[in-house]
């Protein structure tokens, strides 16, 4: 049936429109409002009602940037082993000797925690010849975070990590004292191997429900990391069984170099509202540091190299994330945007990002970022679940500048509750200083929810279609068992999502 009419709900739109009921048609809404207007409205036509019985009817949330092949195959492949639960590194190497035994050969990755060496008793990563004792001959990896690696010699071996050449630009190699490589590294994960395309659909189906729509998420934007997630995407597509509305942006150079994927001609945006190729993901800088606590810029691009990349890609009306998570990296990213043609710029189908930007931003740098005209990107729940100092991720400085923040989850499979839009909400509202007392970087909670909202839409060029609930836009829903305007600010995290409608359409929770 076409027309269905959403009743029984308390009704937040995020928008001038007010009512406890929404109407849609062919999976767009017609109309918000009361009840017994909209239905007097549609007269003697059939409607198919859904009594939502007193819960919360909101937008549905939007993951501005999320990796949601890679946390399916995470959930999938992987071992998990973060801390906590895990406690120490005796711990950590015992569950993998375990896993080996079940597993006698191939790869092992193991998927722990951002600062894994100040979560653990030791207080330190594992090492190499630790890894090497539970895993002899199989190639074995520890990864803290995604960007801070510990390989064993066959990993490393099987890489070629062991040969000078192949470092890579913006990799941090730890070395024994003797000179050579001890395991530790920065930027390895795009060099892991990759599952190919009917693992990928194979894990989509069997968790992507679970780890977005059961969160209230109806529209996420990916970074496929191989031709196969790509492809992935492509047949579930097909076949009707993507859970939610998925906009794509290839990693540059992990899926191939940027001129082959321009040289197709599709523009940002390029597809239909269930999947859309949305641009391309870069890295202009990568860790930031060595991984276990120096800090330094480890840019991956000389300045004429990044400002060609960002002229291809606008001239090609392609929108770009440029992860940048230093100011070098920052301010680098905002130049090469400046670099551009104004004209060429204007004609992007949504402006190009800095991700983390609203995470890492020195507070001295707002002003001139909140006037780069740059998508700001946030991972809220960096606060809790990493290693921050007293000024990270400025984000009141940033909303009193004009900035509308992209939400994003960013979720990789390293802190597996990050995927919770509202739990990433939570955080910007209940964010507190080193001494308990509220911080002075909060954000209230209407601002909150339209970081995964109306601001994250509007920061992928959708605005006009998803974040808010007024006619014409797409029937996407969070069906929430508790209002997150009206709950206690320590309870919203835990509000409970009933059900996510996409395009008018109940997404069942595995």
């Known amino acids: 049936m076409s027309l269905q009419l959403f009743s029984g709900a308390e009704v937040e739109t995020l928008s001038t429109e007010t009512g406890d009921a929404v109407l849609a048609e062919h999976g767009r809404i017609r109309a918000v409002g009361?009840?017994?207007?909209?239905?007097?409205?549609?007269?003697?036509?059939?409607?198919?009602?859904?009594?939502?019985?007193?819960?919360?009817?909101?937008?549905?949330?939007?993951?501005?940037?999320?990796?949601?092949?890679?946390?399916?195959?995470?959930?999938?492949?992987?071992?998990?082993?973060?801390a906590p639960p895990m406690t120490s590194v005796v711990q950590i190497l015992a569950a993998i000797a375990e896993r080996r035994r079940s597993q006698p050969t191939g790869w092992i990755v193991v998927r722990s925690s951002f600062a894994l060496g100040q979560r653990v008793a030791e207080g330190r990563l594992p090492r190499q010849e630790e890894?090497?004792?539970?895993?002899?001959?199989?190639?074995?990896?520890?990864?803290?975070?995604?960007?801070?690696?510990?390989?064993?010699?066959?990993?490393?071996?099987?890489?070629?990590?062991?040969?000078?050449?192949?470092?890579?630009?913006?990799?941090?190699?730890?070395?024994?004292?003797?000179?050579?490589?001890?395991?530790?590294?920065?930027?390895?994960?795009?060099?892991?191997?990759?599952?190919?395309?009917?693992?990928?659909?194979?894990?989509?189906?069997?968790?992507?429900?679970?780890?977005?729509?059961?969160?209230?998420?109806?529209?996420?934007?990916?970074?496929?990391?191989?031709?196969?997630?790509?492809r992935a995407l492509q047949a579930l597509h097909g076949a009707g069984e993507?859970?939610?509305?998925?906009?794509?942006?290839?990693?540059?150079?992990?899926?191939?170099?940027?001129?082959?994927?321009?040289?197709?001609?599709?523009?940002?945006?390029?597809?239909?509202?269930r999947l859309r190729f949305g641009g391309v993901k870069i890295f202009v800088d990568g860790e930031g540091g060595d991984g276990i606590g120096v800090v330094y810029d480890d840019l991956k691009w000389e300045r004429r190299e990044l400002d060609e990349l960002v002229r291809l890609a606008t001239e090609a009306r392609v929108q770009l994330f440029m992860h940048a998570v230093t100011e070098t990296g920052i301010r680098a990213a905002m130049a090469a945007?400046?670099?551009?043609?104004?004209?060429?710029?204007?004609?992007?189908?949504?402006?190009?990002?800095?991700?983390?930007?609203?995470?890492?931003?020195?507070?001295?740098?707002?002003?001139?970022?909140?006037?780069?005209?740059?998508?700001?990107?946030?991972?809220?729940?960096?606060?809790?679940?990493?290693?921050?100092?007293?000024?990270?991720?400025?984000?009141?400085?940033?909303?009193?500048?004009?900035?509308?923040?992209?939400?994003?989850?960013?979720?990789?499979?390293?802190?597996?509750?990050?995927a919770s839009p509202l739990y990433n909400i939570a955080s910007m509202v209940n964010r507190v200083d080193a001494s308990g007392a509220p911080s002075p970087h909060r954000l209230t909670v209407h601002e909150a929810v339209r970081v995964f909202t109306t601001w994250s839409a509007a920061g992928q060029g959708e605005g006009a279609e998803k974040g808010a609930l007024?006619?014409?836009m797409l029937a996407d829903f969070a069906v929430l068992a508790e209002n997150p305007f009206r709950v206690e600010s320590d309870r919203i995290a835990d509000i409970a999502v009933l059900h996510s409608y996409v395009g008018g359409r109940v997404v069942q929770r595995p």
């Open 34 to 82: 009361e009840r017994r207007a909209l239905l007097a409205g549609i007269g003697a036509r059939e409607v198919e009602e859904i009594d939502l019985e007193g819960a919360v009817l909101m937008p549905g949330f939007v993951d501005g940037h999320a990796h949601m092949e890679l946390s399916c195959i995470t959930q999938e492949q992987h071992l998990q082993l973060h």
């Open 337 to 418: 945007v400046r670099a551009q043609s104004p004209a060429a710029l204007a004609q992007l189908p949504a402006p190009h990002r800095i991700e983390h930007s609203g995470d890492y931003v020195p507070i001295p740098l707002i002003g001139e970022l909140a006037a780069s005209g740059v998508g700001v990107v946030t991972t809220p729940h960096f606060v809790s679940s990493e290693v921050v100092a007293a000024d990270f991720q400025p984000l009141r400085g940033l909303v009193d500048a004009g900035v509308a923040p992209i939400g994003a989850t960013d979720t990789t499979g390293t802190v597996p509750q990050g």
């Open 242 to 273: 993507l859970p939610f509305r998925v906009r794509f942006y290839p990693h540059v150079p992990r899926v191939g170099p940027i001129e082959s994927l321009l040289s197709l001609g599709a523009t940002s945006g390029f597809g239909d509202d």
């Open 131 to 230: 890894l090497d004792r539970v895993s002899p001959g199989e190639p074995l990896v520890v990864l803290a975070g995604l960007h801070v690696a510990v390989l064993n010699t066959p990993a490393m071996q099987a890489l070629a990590l062991d040969d000078e050449s192949q470092h890579g630009r913006g990799m941090t190699v730890h070395r024994h004292p003797d000179g050579t490589p001890n395991g530790v590294f920065t930027e390895v994960w795009d060099r892991l191997p990759v599952a190919d395309e009917s693992a990928v659909v194979a894990a989509i189906r069997r968790r992507a429900r679970g780890l977005f729509s059961a969160h209230g998420t109806t529209s996420l934007s990916t970074i496929p990391t191989s031709t196969d997630d790509v």
């Open 470 to 472: 007024r006619p014409g």
